[in-house]
DNA sequence: GCATATTTTCGACCGACGGTCAAGTATTTT
DNA sequence: AAAATACTTGACCGTCGGTCGAAAATATGC
């Protein structure tokens, strides 16, 4: 049985990224980590930034095929509703308190690089599942968008914007206010009825 | 006469930004343009990132003092209007065809440290000037929100993204789509009249 | 099973970069 | 004019991403 290195690479950088400061993420750490030289690292993988870049899309890619196999194919939920269990799968996977989760970590962590690298993985991994969602939602006639796709692009890149929250102000009333402002932003995008995105604000 | 140093570092760099490709801005560079030496350099910024924000910052404070001067002072122009030549000055300094024009260039490379701070200072220097607008807005009769701190924010941060083209689709059918879509956001956020921000997506 | 070709592994090494520092020089203060 | 302070400098440092040639492992052909 062949071990898989580049399996053991991954391996080895979301433990980097979990545990470590962003600075520590070198590519000798993770051919230390990873148990082989880092020559091979360079075999696998052509830049360092290929690698994070790879972790991060891997790690969509992964929150995706759950929402396929868990949620999506249940005919009792409807799209909207299906489409609040997608954001909230990504929200908790960004900020979930468990220490264990790699997404949350890049995001706390200042360095834009990797910061960028997950919002634009997130428009490309998640944008075209909700622009599905929105196809079902307008044959349930709950969603009357003209431009689906476009309505999602713009849908994921202002939630993915805003959940950087390290750029905004902090206060409690002024995040509410936002949030409030961005359901109905949800709302205009998608032209569903209005409260569609309540829950967006609603703590529960 | 003493020559400010500080202001020698700021040229070169905005030179270097404008003519080199991003590897070559190094503090090496910056400090031969100058004329000064790397120790120099480092007597007056604590760091390169230090010395990058701090000419974005320059940048954009300049847009907005050139705003006040020329446009903002004028009473026969309306707020709307005011924010939309606001918002023009911005795209125009992000993407005109002036090669010495530095946010462009800084834009147009995939840096994306680079570009997290020209968001980050997008958000700090332009939203508070877009909150005043939406006072006078008010006052005037246009606008209609009832959180202007909040609304200022997110339209400048649903600009200032989208503004990034590098990481959506290019096909002109689909970006005429999304600035409609974004033009609606707009009238959403601001509760202002339907068409308000046509201008968005209506060439001329 | 042996020889040959191919794939995989490795870490010493390289060049570049951001940043430091001791040693100076200019300027101001007393 | 002496002492103190502010400024200037480039050689030097540590680190990092990435390279490379050679060795080890594996596959292929006979």
Do not use: W
Not at 22 to 43: C, L, M
Not at 71 to 78: A, C, F, G, V
Not at 129 to 156: C, F, N, W
Request: with cysteine; aromatic share 10%; hydrophobic share 40%.
């Amino acid at each position: 049985m062949k071990t898989d290195k580049k399996e053991l690479i991954f391996k080895a950088t979301e433990e980097l990224i979990s545990e470590a400061a962003y600075n520590d993420i070198t590519v000798d750490a993770i051919a230390k980590k990873a148990g082989i030289g880092k020559g091979s690292v360079y075999y696998y993988f052509k830049s360092k930034d290929e690698i994070i870049y790879a972790v991060v899309e891997r790690s969509y890619r992964r929150a995706v095929r759950d929402f396929f196999e868990n949620i999506h194919k249940r005919p009792e939920i409807s799209a909207l509703e299906k489409m609040k269990l997608l954001f909230y799968s990504i929200i908790k996977q960004d900020y979930s308190n468990n220490e264990k989760n790699m997404l949350h970590k890049l995001n706390l962590h200042e360095d834009p690089d990797i910061h960028h690298k997950i919002n634009v993985a997130a428009i490309q991994e998640i944008a075209p599942v909700v622009e599905q969602l929105m196809y079902e939602g307008i044959a349930e006639g709950t969603i009357h968008s003209q431009t689906p796709k476009e309505s999602a692009e713009v849908i994921v890149a202002v939630l993915t914007y805003f959940l950087d929250r390290s750029m905004y102000s902090e206060d409690p009333q002024v995040m509410l206010n936002r949030m409030k402002l961005i359901s109905e932003v949800m709302e205009t995008c998608l032209k569903a009825e209005k409260g569609s995105f309540d829950y967006l604000y609603k703590l529960n």
